[in-house]
C-alpha cells in the first residue's frame, strides 16, 4: 500500500510501534540508532521487524536521512532533532512526534512512565479489585496506545499532502492517547452521573458485583452477562445449559432473562437472587474446561470466552487459520493487522540484529535517491480547504463501539460520513453504556454521541426492500464502506462485498468483528471485553493471588480504531495511485496480539510467561500505586490514589530524600528489588498523609514520575488535558450541548473538529437523500410511503 514513501523512525521504545505498522503498510523505514545503538531485547524485536538499521553521524548525518524520507517520526528527546528546521527546508516534509503530555502546557515538562500515563488517562481508576489499588495492565500499553496513534497522525498528514503538496507536524499526546480506553467512565462527571468503580472484571450493579469472570476447570473464562432486549437471549441460553448439567433449579431457568435487569432495579428481584444466579453460573464453568466452554458458546451461540494465556494466544487456531503470524528464526510475531485483498501487508523479517546492519544499504539508497515520491503528480503549494480528510466520502453501516469510533475519526479529520442505522434494532450505545443524568433514552446516550461525533445520521428501516436501494446509491458516492455485523449479515441483506464492488469498483470496505471473517470462531459472538479476554489481556491484567480483573470494559474495542484507521488509510493511498478498491477483513482480536508483542516473544524464548502481577515491574522498585490521604479503602472509586515510579538510582535517592529517609538512598536497584515489600510499607505509609494531586506536583519538581490516579472529575480538570482542547462541547439537537473527547493528534496546518455530536434518529436523512443523492421530492415521497424512512 505504501511502497512509495520513506520514513526515518528516530523514535525509542515509546514510538518504535509506528514504524512497525508503516513498514507493514509497505513503507521503506529506515530505524536511525543513536551512537551504540539499541538495546536488543524482546521490545526492539517486536517492534523492528522490517526495518534497516543505521547508526546517526557514523552511517550518514541526519540531514542527510531526513532529505531522503517523506516522513519523520520521533519522541522529543533527541538533541540532533530539529522538525521545525526540516519542515522550513522541504515544506512538502511530514514529521510526528510522539511526547508524554504534548510539547507545550503545564505538565509538558513532566517524567512518565507506562504506569503514570495509565493512572494519568483515566483508564487505570477503573480497572482492578475495590478493595486494593488501582491496577495496570502487566504488559505495559500506554506506548502501545500512543505508537499507534503516531502512526495514524502521520497517515493523515500523508493524505492531506497528497492533496496540497505540503507537509505539516503531528504532535501526539501519549496521555491524550490512553484516554480512550477509559471511556465511556472518562465523561461521567460531565454528564451527572457517579463516577465508575474498579469491579474487577465486571460492574457494580445497586450494590452489588456483577461478575463476568468465571473459574474454568483449566482456568477462567469471561462471560458477558446481563439482561435487556439484546442480551437476554444471550442470558436465556446460558441459563438453558446451565439447567442442563444440573446447576440450577426449574425456577430459575423460567426467568424472564429480558425483563430480570428491570425487576433488579425495581426491587421485584432482590439483589440477592442475582447473587445466586451468578453462583450457579460459577459452579457450572468450573466443571468444564475454557475450550470446552467455548465450542459449547460457538454452538449455543453464548457471549463465552477463554481468559487466554500468552500460550494460549500462541496456540490459537483462529490466528492459525488466518495465517496471522510472522515466523522468523522460529519465534512468531504478530503478522498483518489487517487481511487486504489486492495489497496484502508485507511480511516482515526480523529486526535488525545488530547496529548499523544496513549502513551500507542505506548509504548506497542515499547516494542513489531521486525526488522524493508520493504517487501520482500533485499540486505545491495549495493549501487545503477544511481537514485534512475533506472530500473523503464514507458510508458507515458499523454498529457498536470499535469500528464506528473510527469512523468517527475520519468525520474529526474532515470527511463526510453518513451513519446508517435504524430505530428498530437500536444500537447497543444508544440503550446502555451510559445516558445524561442517568435517564435511559436513546437520545440521551453518552456513548451514542461520542462515537458518532461528527457523523450525518441517517434512519431507514433495513428489512425493506427498498432500502437496499438507498444502501446502494451510498455505496456508489462513497470511497469507503464500512461494516461490524456478524460475519455474512451483508451478503444476507445483499449488500455484501461483490454488490457493492460491482456498482463501485474503487470502493473499498472494511469489515470489522471480533474475530474477523473467515477462521474457525468467526461466528464468535461477543463484544470487547470478551475480545480482550481471547487476546490475552484479561489474564495480564489484575493480582497475582486472584481471578483476573482484565482491562475495564470493552478494551479492544479502543485499541481497534487505530489499526482500523491504518488500514483505511493506507488502501486509500494505493487507490489514489492506481484507482483500485479492496476489501478489508479486520480481526479485532488479530490486530490487539500487537500490543502484546514483546510478552509472546518473551514466553516463546524460555522466559517467564506473563501473567497479572499488580503494579509491580520487573527489575523496577519502587513501581506502584499508594493510597493518599483521601485514598478510599474498599470503594473502588479510584480516588486519592497515586502512581510512583523510580527508574533510576537517582530518581530514587530524590525520593527516599524528599521522605527525610536519606538511610535509604544509597539502595541500588538489586537491594531495592529484594527489599521491595518492606519499601513499599515505608512509601505508603508517607504518602497516606500526602494530598495525592499535591503530592504529584511535588515529586515531578524534585524529577521522580508520579501521577495521581484519575477518574473522571479529575480528567476534566487536567490543566494538561485542558490545555489541549481534549474535551469539546459541541452541539446536539436533544440535549443542546453534549461532552466528546477529542483525538490525541494536533495537525500543525490543517486541525480537525467534530461539528456536532452523535446524530438523532434521521436527523440528517434528507440532507443526505438530496443533496448527497440528488433523490428530489417524489423519490423521497417513494420511500416514505413504504415506510423505509425512520
Known amino acids: 500500500m505504501l511502497d512509495a514513501y520513506r520514513v526515518l523512525d528516530l523514535t525509542d521504545h515509546r514510538g518504535w510501534l509506528a514504524g512497525l505498522l508503516l513498514a507493514q503498510l509497505g513503507a521503506d523505514v529506515v530505524l536511525a540508532e543513536p551512537a551504540g545503538g539499541w538495546r536488543r531485547d524482546s521490545t526492539f524485536d517486536a517492534y523492528n521487524r522490517g526495518k534497516r538499521s543505521v547508526v546517526v553521524g557514523v552511517d550518514a548525518t541526519v540531514e542527510e536521512l531526513v532529505t531522503w524520507a517523506d516522513v519523520v517520526l520521533d519522541t522529543g528527546d533527541r538533541p540532533e532533532v530539529d522538525t521545525a528546521a526540516w519542515r522550513a527546508a522541504d515544506p512538502a516534509l511530514v514529521t510526528a512526534t510522539l511526547t508524554p503530555y504534548g510539547p507545550s502546557g503545564p505538565k ?14 483515566g483508564q487505570m481508576a477503573v480497572t482492578g479489585d475495590a478493595d486494593r489499588p488501582p491496577v495496570r495492565t502487566s504488559v505495559g500499553q500506554a506506548w502501545a496506545h500512543a505508537g499507534s496513534d503516531l502512526a495514524v497522525g502521520a497517515l493523515v498528514a500523508l493524505h492531506e499532502r497528497a492533496r496540497s503538496g505540503l507537509g505539516q507536524h503531528v504532535d501526539v499526546s501519549a496521555q491524550q492517547s490512553v484516554t480512550l480506553p477509559s ?3 472518562g465523561l461521567h462527571a460531565a454528564v451527572g452521573l457517579v463516577p465508575s468503580h474498579r469491579e474487577s472484571g465486571g460492574v457494580r450493579i445497586e450494590g452489588t458485583h456483577l461478575r463476568w469472570v468465571y473459574p474454568a476447570r483449566d482456568g477462567y473464562v469471561a462471560i458477558s452477562v446481563s439482561f435487556g432486549a439484546m442480551i437476554g437471549p444471550f442470558q436465556r441460553r446460558l441459563m438453558e445449559w446451565v439447567h442442563e448439567c444440573g446447576h440450577c433449579d426449574d425456577a430459575t431457568l423460567a426467568k424472564d432473562w429480558v425483563a430480570f435487569g ?46 487466554s494465556t500468552m500460550a494460549d494466544v500462541l496456540a490459537s487456531p483462529q490466528l492459525a487459520a488466518r495465517d496471522s503470524w510472522d515466523e522468523v528464526d522460529g519465534i512468531r510475531y504478530p503478522g498483518p493487522f489487517v487481511a487486504a485483498s489486492r495489497t496484502p501487508l508485507r511480511r516482515l523479517g526480523g529486526a535488525p540484529a545488530r547496529p548499523r546492519a544496513d549502513a551500507t544499504a542505506v548509504r548506497a539508497a542515499l547516494a542513489g535517491a531521486v525526488s522524493r515520491s508520493s504517487g501520482a503528480a500533485i499540486p505545491i503549494g495549495i493549501e487545503s480547504e477544511g481537514g485534512p480528510l475533506a472530500g473523503l466520502k464514507v458510508l458507515d453501516l458499523s454498529w457498536v463501539a470499535a469500528a464506528p469510533l473510527a469512523t468517527r475519526l475520519l468525520a474529526y479529520w474532515g470527511a463526510t460520513v453518513v451513519r446508517v442505522e435504524s430505530s428498530l434494532r437500536p444500537d447497543l450505545t444508544r440503550i446502555a453504556l451510559g445516558h445524561r443524568d442517568d435517564i435511559v433514552e436513546v437520545e440521551n446516550a453518552l456513548t451514542w454521541q461520542l462515537a458518532n461525533a461528527g457523523k450525518l445520521g441517517l ?6 426492500p ?19 455485523f456478524t460475519p455474512g449479515t451483508m451478503a444476507d441483506w445483499g449488500l455484501g462485498w461483490e454488490e457493492l464492488s460491482a456498482v463501485n469498483p474503487g470502493l473499498i470496505m472494511l469489515s470489522s468483528c471480533v474475530m474477523g471473517q473467515r477462521g474457525p470462531l468467526r461466528n464468535f459472538a461477543g463484544f470487547g471485553n470478551l475480545a480482550a479476554s481471547v487476546a490475552g489481556f484479561f489474564d495480564v491484567t489484575g493480582w497475582p493471588d486472584r481471578s483476573p480483573a482484565g482491562p475495564y470494559m470493552a478494551y479492544t474495542d479502543y485499541t481497534s480504531p487505530r489499526f482500523t484507521m491504518c488500514a483505511l488509510l493506507g488502501a486509500l493511498d494505493h487507490r489514489r495511485r492506481t484507482g483500485e478498491g479492496q476489501y478489508l477483513d479486520f480481526s479485532q482480536m488479530e490486530a490487539a496480539t500487537h500490543l502484546l508483542t514483546p510478552a509472546l516473544v518473551d514466553v516463546q524464548r524460555g522466559g517467564e510467561a506473563a501473567t497479572r502481577r499488580g503494579n509491580d515491574e520487573p527489575g523496577v522498585v519502587p513501581h506502584a500505586v499508594y493510597p493518599g490521604l483521601d485514598a478510599r479503602a474498599g470503594t473502588g472509586d479510584g480516588g486519592g490514589w497515586i502512581a510512583i515510579v523510580c527508574e533510576t538510582d537517582e530518581q530514587w535517592r530524590r525520593l527516599a530524600t524528599e521522605m527525610r529517609r536519606e538511610d535509604l538512598a544509597g539502595l541500588g536497584a538489586a537491594d531495592r528489588v529484594s527489599r521491595r515489600d518492606e519499601l513499599d510499607a515505608v512509601i505508603s505509609a508517607w504518602t497516606a498523609r500526602q494530598d495525592a494531586t499535591g503530592l504529584m506536583y511535588r515529586l515531578q519538581a524534585q524529577g521522580v514520575p508520579a501521577h495521581e490516579v484519575q ?5 476534566l480538570a487536567d490543566a ?14 436533544y440535549v443542546r450541548r453534549s461532552v466528546v473527547d477529542t483525538p490525541p493528534q494536533r495537525l500543525s496546518r490543517t486541525p480537525g473538529e467534530y461539528r456536532w455530536a452523535g446524530p438523532t434518529y434521521g436527523q440528517h436523512t434528507y440532507e443526505v437523500l438530496e443533496t448527497i443523492l440528488g433523490y428530489d421530492g417524489e423519490r423521497i415521497a417513494e420511500l416514505a410511503v413504504a415506510e423505509v424512512l425512520e
Do not use: Y
Not at 466 to 484: I, P, Q
Not at 711 to 715: D, I, Q, R, V
Not at 721 to 730: A, D, E, I, Y
Open 720 to 733: 494538561q488535558l485542558g490545555h489541549r482542547g481534549h474535551f469539546c462541547w459541541v452541539d446536539h439537537p
Open 262 to 307: 428491570g425487576q433488579l432495579m425495581s426491587g421485584e428481584e432482590p439483589m440477592s437472587e442475582l447473587v445466586r444466579v451468578l453462583d450457579c453460573i460459577s459452579a457450572f464453568t468450573a466443571t468444564r474446561t475454557k475450550n470446552e466452554l467455548l465450542a459449547g458458546a460457538l454452538e449455543r451461540k453464548l457471549l463465552i470466552a477463554p481468559v
Open 108 to 121: 509538558a515538562a513532566w517524567l512518565a512512565t507506562d504506569l503514570t500515563l495509565m493512572a494519568a488517562s
Open 459 to 464: 434512519a431507514l428501516t433495513l428489512s425493506k
Open 183 to 185: 471511556l465511556p467512565a
Open 711 to 715: 477518574n473522571s472529575g479529575e480528567l
Open 466 to 484: 427498498e432500502a437496499r436501494s438507498v444502501v446502494m446509491d451510498l455505496a456508489r458516492w462513497a470511497d469507503v464502506a464500512v461494516e461490524s
